[in-house]
Structure formats: structure tokens, C-alpha cells
T-cell receptor, first 111, second 115 residues
Framework: KNEVEQSPQNLTAQEGEFITINCSYS?????LHWLQQHPGGGIVSLFM???GKKKHGRLIATINIQEKHSSLHITASHPRDSAVYIC?????????????FGTGTSLTVIP | GAGVSQSPSNKVTEKGKDVELRCDPI?????LYWYRQRLGQGLEFLIY????????KSGLPSDRFSAERTGESVSTLTIQRTQQEDSAVYLC?????????????FGPGTRLTVL
């Protein structure tokens, strides 16, 4: 089983701050997803990464395959970014244990 | 429809009863996933479908859980003889081709409460 750890578990930031959420996993993967879960429960897929870096608006996600580590960055944070951010490690096809989720990072951005 | 839909949105049942949860994926999406999120806990993968077949059922927690998909469209997750520990939000997601390449689109979930 791929152990997926996220840090921090909880994060409070002032509006405008630069935020970093980290995700580490124990077993080699084929890809990693970052998900955003809003207070109402709805989940949105933010990024799917297999290497390098991706950017979408104020969000940046990076992955280092060798170090088994990914980060999600939010620039110029805003209260509407308040949500739980979840990383999900996708295993190699046919290993039979393809999805392992981190426990999430609860972010609160204060105006 | 425009997105993934699930029904019912809420289901309350008595312990020991069977329940069926439905997922309508985005039209044309070949891959479909079921997840579970217990209160205060993280997401758990249950099963995924590629077309109508399920290559990976390893996440199903017990033989009381089963799922099927027909016509590369609707999927149903069935829980037999429900137990209180089955109480959770059951989420469905779909994507265009396969999990390694594509963005997953999540439905709103079905909140199951087993009394």
C-alpha cells in the first residue's frame, strides 16, 4: 500500500499570503492528483501530475518523482481558497491498489 | 447533463437493509470511479470501471459491496445488509479515458446514513 502523507494538516493564512501544501508518498507512482474539497463537500480536480510542474491561475503544482514528493502552492491567497486540499497518488496499472489519498490539508484564509 | 450526477443525494436506511446508489457520468466518459468518505476521514477508493468492466475491485471493503456499469454509462453501487460503519458520503467521478491521463470530474455525492 502506498502511504501518502500531507502536511500541514491544518493551515490558517492571511489574505495575500503565499501558501505551500506538501505531499509525500512511499511507493513509486504513475501520477498524482491534487483535489480541492469545498466546505459544502463538492470536489474539484485541480491538477494531474506525472512530472515537473503545472500552473493554473494562482495555483502551481510541482512533483519530484525521485524524492516522491509533490507540493501545491497558492499565490496571493484569497478567502475563497479556503477548502480542504487532498493529494491522491495513482499507482502503476494492474498493481491492484491504484489510488491512495492523503488525509487532506484544511486551509482557512482570513480576510 | 453537464456534469456527473448522483442519486439519491441523501439516503437514510436501517441496519441490515440493502441500498443502491446511482451515478450518471458525463456523457462520453469511459472511466468511472467510486469513492467513499467517512465523516472526518479521508477519501477511500472503492472501484473503477473502464467501459463496463472493472479491472480493479480491490477497494471494495467487503463482499457486501458490489458495483456494475451498463452501456458505458450509468453505474450502481449496491451495499447489501448495511452496517452502521457503512455510513459515509459515496462519491462518483468520471473521466474521458483513463485515470492516468485525465482530469476526474466528481459528482456531488450520496450521503448514506445507516441507523
Amino acid at each position: 500500500k502506498n502511504e501518502v502523507e500531507q502536511s500541514p494538516q491544518n493551515l490558517t493564512a492571511q489574505e495575500g499570503e503565499f501558501i505551500t501544501i506538501n505531499c509525500s508518498y512511499s511507493v513509486g507512482i504513475s501520477a498524482l492528483h491534487w483535489l480541492q474539497q469545498h466546505p459544502g463537500g463538492g470536489i474539484v480536480s485541480l491538477f494531474m501530475l506525472s512530472s515537473g510542474k503545472k500552473k493554473h491561475g494562482r495555483l502551481i503544482a510541482t512533483i519530484n518523482i525521485q524524492e516522491k514528493h509533490s507540493s501545491l502552492h497558492i499565490t496571493a491567497s484569497h478567502p475563497r481558497d479556503s477548502a480542504v486540499y487532498i493529494c491522491a497518488a495513482l499507482g502503476i496499472v494492474n498493481t491492484g491498489n491504484q489510488f491512495n489519498f492523503g488525509t487532506g490539508t484544511s486551509l482557512t484564509v482570513i480576510p | 447533463g453537464a456534469g456527473v450526477s448522483q442519486s439519491p443525494s441523501n439516503k437514510v436506511t436501517e441496519k441490515g437493509k440493502d441500498v443502491e446508489l446511482r451515478c450518471d457520468p458525463i456523457s462520453g466518459h469511459t472511466a468511472l470511479y467510486w469513492y467513499r468518505q467517512r465523516l472526518g476521514q479521508g477519501l477511500e477508493f472503492l472501484i473503477y470501471f473502464q467501459g463496463n468492466s472493472a479491472p480493479d475491485k480491490s477497494g471494495l471493503p467487503s463482499d457486501r459491496f458490489s458495483a456494475e456499469r451498463t452501456g458505458e454509462s450509468v453505474s450502481t453501487l449496491t451495499i447489501q445488509r448495511t452496517q452502521q460503519e457503512d455510513s459515509a458520503v459515496y462519491l462518483c467521478a468520471s473521466c474521458l479515458q483513463g485515470h492516468q491521463a485525465d482530469t476526474q470530474y466528481f459528482g456531488p455525492g450520496t450521503r448514506l446514513t445507516v441507523l
